[in-house]
C-alpha cells in the first residue's frame, strides 16, 4: 500500500510493542495493516536484556501489573513458538531458564527476604535459598552471596532476534512498512483519523494505534490531555562474550541488590551475557557514559568476579517509555479513533505478547478484554478516570 492510501489499522512506532500489534492485527483483521517509522525493529528492545521477570521484578501496590506480566509470561512460549514458524524459522532466543535473584550484604538479604514474603503472601512460585544453596546452582557467584530467590518461572528472550522475527512475520502477514516519520496526527471532527507522514503524504485510516514509546505524547496533533507525558528513562547496559571454554558460565537469569543498586546478568545460550542496567531520568539522552559502564561493571564483577575475564563486545543505552503509574496504556484513548498501545516501562519486552493479543481484540471486536481494564488510557483524566492501574 504506498503513502496517500487508506489503512484499516496505521500503527505509528515501529519498536517491539508496534510491530507486535501489527502483526496480530494483521491476522484477525479487520482488513490492512500499516506500521510508520523511519527504523523499524529499533527502540528500546534492541537495547534490553529480554529479561521475562514479573516475579523477580514485582513491586509492592503493583499487583494488577503483575497479573498482566504473569499473562505475558504465560503466553511467551507459543508466542515465540507461532512467531518462529510465521517469520519462516527465526530463533526468537525464548528460554525457559528460571532466574535466581540473590543479596551481598546483610541489608540486601532482608530486602529480598521482603519480596519473599511478598510472594509468600501473593501465592507465587519462589523459594529461599541459603547462600551455599545459591552457589550450588550458579559457581560463579562470589563466596560472599548471602542468600536469595529462586523463581523457576521467570525467564528469557533475544529482543534482538525478536524484533528480526516480528519484522518477517509482519511482512509476510501484508503488514507495509513505511520507514518514515509520522510527522502529525490528523484530527477531523474530533476523531484521529490518520496521519501526515515525513514524506509530506497523508495516510488515513478507521483506527490509529499510537506505539510511539517515550515519544507518544509528543506527536504533533496529538490534542491535549489525550495522552499524559511517557517520561524517558534511560538504561546503560553492557553485552560481553563467553568463549566455549568458559561455559555455561551462568546457567540461568542471575539478579542481585548489591549494597542497595539492582543489577541482573542474562546468559544467552549463543554465549551472549548480558549485564544491565542503569536506571536515569535525563530526558532524551541515550549517551553510553564512563560512570553507567564503571558502575555496572563493578556491580557485576563484586557479584561474579569471573566476569573481568570476558570480552567486553558492546555498550548501549535505550530509553524506557515510563508513565506517570510505570504501568502501561492500553486501548481506546478519550480520542475516538485513537488506540494506545504505550508506557510499558521496565517491561516492553515481557509485555509484548499480551499487549498485542488485548490490543488486536479491541480492534477486531470494540471491547476492551478485562485484563486490559486496569490500563486505561483514560485514567490518567479525572474527567474520564476508570481504574486505578497501580495503587
Ligand atoms: N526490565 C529491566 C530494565 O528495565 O532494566
Redesign the pocket.
Known amino acids: 500500500m504506498a503513502p496517500g492510501a487508506h489503512a484499516d489499522v496505521l500503527v505509528i512506532g515501529g519498536g517491539i510493542i508496534g510491530l507486535a500489534v501489527a502483526w496480530r492485527a494483521a491476522q484477525r483483521g479487520p482488513g490492512n495493516v500499516v506500521v510508520v517509522d523511519p527504523t523499524p525493529g529499533g527502540g528500546a528492545a534492541r537495547v534490553?536484556?529480554g529479561?521475562l521477570a514479573p516475579v523477580t521484578?514485582l513491586q509492592y501496590g503493583e499487583e494488577p501489573l503483575l497479573r498482566l506480566g504473569m499473562a505475558s509470561n504465560e503466553r511467551y512460549a507459543a508466542f515465540a513458538a507461532e512467531l518462529t514458524e510465521a517469520s519462516g524459522g527465526l530463533d526468537t532466543g525464548y528460554r525457559q531458564c528460571g532466574t535466581l535473584a540473590v543479596a551481598l550484604d546483610s541489608d540486601d538479604r532482608e530486602e529480598l527476604r521482603e519480596l519473599h514474603a511478598f510472594h509468600q503472601r501473593l501465592g507465587l512460585n519462589s523459594t529461599w535459598l541459603t547462600g551455599r544453596e545459591a552457589r550450588k546452582l550458579e559457581p560463579m557467584l562470589a563466596p560472599g552471596v548471602r542468600g536469595g530467590l529462586h523463581v523457576a518461572d521467570d525467564h528469557q528472550v533475544d529482543g534482538r532476534r525478536l524484533l528480526k522475527a516480528l519484522l518477517a512475520a509482519c511482512e509476510r502477514a501484508n503488514v507495509a512498512l513505511h520507514r518514515t516519520e509520522a510527522v502529525e496526527l490528523l484530527v477531523e471532527d474530533g476523531r484521529a483519523v490518520g496521519a501526515r507522514l515525513g514524506t509530506g503524504e497523508t495516510l488515513t485510516a478507521e483506527q490509529v494505534v499510537l506505539a510511539a514509546g517515550p515519544h507518544s505524547h509528543l506527536l504533533p496533533g496529538l490534542p491535549e490531555g489525550v495522552l499524559p507525558a511517557i517520561r524517558p528513562v534511560k538504561?546503560q547496559i553492557l553485552r560481553l562474550r563467553i568463549p566455549e571454554a568458559y561455559r555455561p558460565f551462568l546457567s540461568r537469569n542471575v539478579r542481585a541488590v548489591v549494597r542497595g543498586r539492582h543489577l541482573y546478568l542474562v546468559p544467552r545460550e549463543d554465549g551472549e551475557l548480558v549485564i544491565?542496567?542503569t536506571t536515569e531520568e535525563q530526558g532524551y539522552d541515550t549517551t553510553v557514559t564512563a560512570g553507567g559502564v564503571y558502575e555496572l561493571l563493578r556491580d557485576a564483577h563484586e557479584l561474579v568476579p569471573g566476569i573481568t575475564e570476558l570480552p567486553l563486545v558492546e555498550t548501549s543505552a535505550g530509553l524506557?517509555p515510563g508513565s506517570p503509574d510505570n504501568a502501561p496504556l492500553l486501548g481506546p484513548t478519550g480520542l475516538p479513533g485513537l488506540v494506545a498501545a504505550t508506557g510499558h516501562y521496565?517491561?516492553g519486552v515481557l509485555l509484548a505478547p499480551v499487549t498485542a493479543d488485548l490490543v488486536a481484540e479491541y480492534l477486531a471486536t470494540g471491547e476492551v478484554p478485562e485484563l486490559a481494564r486496569p490500563f486505561a488510557p483514560t485514567r490518567f483524566s479525572p474527567a474520564r478516570s476508570t481504574t486505578k492501574a497501580v495503587a
Open positions: 534490553a536484556a529479561m521484578e538504561g544491565g542496567a524506557r521496565r517491561n
